[in-house]
């Protein structure tokens, strides 16, 4: 069927998923029952066209192994199928292992493995140069800068995943394991010294840092739930204490022995100043690849970094200094001094604030809402993922002021009496293709970037918002087209603000954000046993193990950046994906019950999202995916209406 469509049919109108029905749900008039059609289920996704080529073929199992499915065919999209843009960046490395080399950027322009295969080229061997420039001292990253500036204690600022170990693990072979990654991955071993207005940095060379001094081996035999939660938050919180940045302690593992019949589980807590979520899907593979090369003694043998992050962080000061850069500066500074009205109960004190006196609430969303968020929903709306949730929380965050409105003033409802844009520090991933020579997709480091981003859903009433509609549709495509015009997806912002003296006068001083929004992809997990804990669930070795706690991710003292921080993350379970948002804020500024109704808020706005997209008119094209010919987003829905009339 989808070899007859696309003979017949143009690309955009060829149906990304076929669904078997015995027959067609009706109205009680006989007419089409829409709303009663299932949602395309992409993870029991059958494939379309098969591949004509060895290299088509290659690609459809790639795409396949990163999405977590069965079967993909050539000519299906992969952001369709739920990727994202951290996945590309994990297609183009796997891409390179076996052979082809493409960018993440080619990812999105030529989205179906057929496509990638027409552009996609053979790996060349990595420069000998690269592997010592990856040592010596380097710049510091406009994160970095922000972590500084921060202020408060930040030694202990870590991210940390638990990964399984193979039952009777032999402690010399995991010790060559580990060395390995800390010799091939030069941050690992970084040296992180702030000054008064900068860093002293630097990478020492292979074998500065030890295994035997980074790897903890722990008896953890025989311990219930209970006993084991206790241990791993002792020791998690034990190996957070043993960073030491200052010192070039930059990661602990902590190896949880539960005997020869039990898989044991590895701790890794790194310190953020080498650590992201992308760095993680580098850093884990590299772990199992290494410790399968040691199999009989072997010496492992991981694949090359293209270019080091010593090399980037140069890149990146040479970069700040172009006049597209420079171009960029009025814009950052008018978004950078926009009205941020959000409900509270406190002013932000930077001094009070700190990581000790924060709460946090955890919500996760139903796997059927998840799934066509990362697929139905993008499909229609041609939107990434981001797009579809900050859509979410501009909305849900409109209908909380005016609720707020409303009850300070005793009024009806609410309307245009309230703001509707938001303002918000965004965190991306950082690894965007400024430099064509730069190949990030093997390096491991902090490239995380931070920009501030106004997002405007436009005019929506109270109804509107209460149920699913046309208004949705509309203010979707709107943040869509104003995150669209944010240059290189806003990495410019923290290259202007920290690395450049006219920047940071124009930029520095200016109040951050109020909210702070971070969607770190997905993220494979493992569902736990039946009456297990989710700490002590079965893996596949070196696969994260879900539910493990691991140490406080920041020193009580450490200054929070934002009033209210959302980091969202998606879980592949047995049962579906799992969107899971944690919310944080210190206690002083935001009651609990507050923070509450604003998630159960976003939550609805997403479901309305996802329902809305089921309707025949929803979604559609916007002027960004149409830039070739100029037109305004009332021309192109004109012409769209005129098609559905005609077909």
């Given at each position: 069927m989808r070899a007859y469509a696309v003979e017949r049919l143009p690309e955009y109108m060829v149906p990304s998923a076929f669904v078997s029905l015995a027959e067609l749900p009706l109205t009680p008039n006989g007419k089409l029952d829409q709303r009663s059609l299932p949602a395309p289920d992409f993870a029991g996704h059958m494939a379309g066209r098969a591949p004509r080529t060895e290299r088509e073929g290659l690609l459809c199992s790639l795409f396949a192994e990163v999405l977590g499915l069965e079967q993909v065919g050539a000519d299906d999209s992969f952001f369709e199928l739920g990727g994202d843009s951290i996945l590309s960046i994990q297609l183009v490395s796997r891409a390179r292992s076996a052979g082809l080399l493409f960018s993440a950027r080619e990812v999105f322009t030529h989205q179906s493995a057929a496509a990638l295969a027409t552009v996609a080229g053979a790996t060349a061997p990595a420069a000998g140069a690269e592997r010592q420039e990856g040592t010596g001292s380097l710049a510091a990253t406009p994160i970095m800068h922000w972590l500084r500036e921060l202020g408060g204690s930040w030694k202990g600022f870590n991210q940390s995943m638990a990964v399984q170990v193979p039952k009777g693990a032999d402690p010399a072979r995991l010790r060559t394991t580990v060395q390995a990654v800390l010799d091939h991955h030069d941050v690992l071993r970084m040296r992180a010294v702030p000054t008064a207005d900068d860093w002293e940095l630097s990478v020492p060379p292979r074998g500065a840092v030890s295994a035997e001094d980074a790897l903890r081996r722990v008896p953890a035999t025989g311990l219930d739930a209970r006993a084991w939660e206790a241990?791993?938050?002792?020791?998690?919180?034990?190996a957070r204490a043993r960073l030491a940045p200052d010192a070039g302690v930059m990661v602990q593992f902590v190896w949880f022995d539960r005997g020869p019949q039990c898989p044991g589980r590895l701790l890794i807590v790194a310190h953020h100043l080498v650590m992201d979520g992308v760095s993680w899907r580098i850093l884990l593979p590299d772990l199992a690849a290494a410790w399968q090369d040691t199999a009989a003694g072997g010496r492992p043998e991981l694949a090359p970094v293209p270019t080091s992050f010593r090399r980037w962080s140069r890149l990146l000061a040479e970069n700040a200094g172009t006049p597209a850069r420079t171009a960029e500066l009025p814009r950052w500074q008018e978004l950078a001094g926009a009205a941020d009205p959000l409900p509270g109960t406190g002013t932000p004190d930077r001094a009070?604030?700190?990581?000790?006196?924060?709460?946090?609430?955890?919500?996760?969303?139903?796997?059927?809402?998840?799934?066509?968020?990362?697929?139905?929903?993008p499909a229609a709306f041609h939107a990434g993922v981001n797009d579809v949730l900050l859509s979410g929380l501009a909305l849900a965050v409109l209908e909380r002021r005016r609720a707020g409105y409303r009850e300070e003033r005793g009024t009806g409802a609410g309307g245009a009496d309230t703001d509707t844009a938001l303002l918000l520090d965004l965190e991306g991933h950082g690894r965007e293709e400024i430099v064509p020579e730069a190949d990030l997709s093997r390096t491991v480091g902090w490239f995380t970037s931070l920009h501030p981003v106004s997002i405007d859903p436009g005019p929506v009433t109270d109804d509107e918002l209460r149920a699913p509609g046309a208004a949705l549709g509309r203010a979707l495509k709107r943040i869509k087209e104003q995150l669209r015009t944010l240059p290189d997806n806003g990495i410019g912002y923290g290259m202007l603000r920290h690395l450049r003296s006219d920047g940071a006068a124009a930029l520095a001083g200016r109040p951050a954000p109020q909210i702070g929004f971070n969607y770190l992809g997905r993220f494979p997990a493992m569902a736990p046993a039946t009456g297990s804990a989710r700490s002590t669930a079965d893996a596949a070795d070196w696969a994260v193990v879900p539910g493990v706690r691991g140490p406080l991710p920041r020193d009580p003292d450490m200054s929070?950046?934002?009033a209210l921080e959302i980091n969202a993350m998606t879980q592949d379970l047995p049962d579906g994906p799992e969107l899971t948002v944690t919310w944080s804020w210190p206690a002083a500024l935001f009651d609990e019950d507050d923070i509450a109704a604003l998630a159960a808020a976003w939550f609805r706005m997403l479901g309305a999202l996802a329902e809305h997209a089921e309707a025949p008119d929803a979604g559609g094209y916007t002027p960004s995916d149409l830039s070739l010919?100029?037109?305004s987003q009332d021309e192109i829905e004109d012409l769209e209406a005129?098609?559905?009339d005609i077909i």
């Open positions: 241990l791993v938050e002792s020791e998690g919180e034990a009070r604030d700190v990581a000790g006196t924060t709460r946090s609430l955890t919500e996760r969303l139903p796997s059927e809402v998840t799934q066509a968020l990362l697929t139905t929903v929070v950046g934002h010919a100029a037109l005129e098609l559905r």
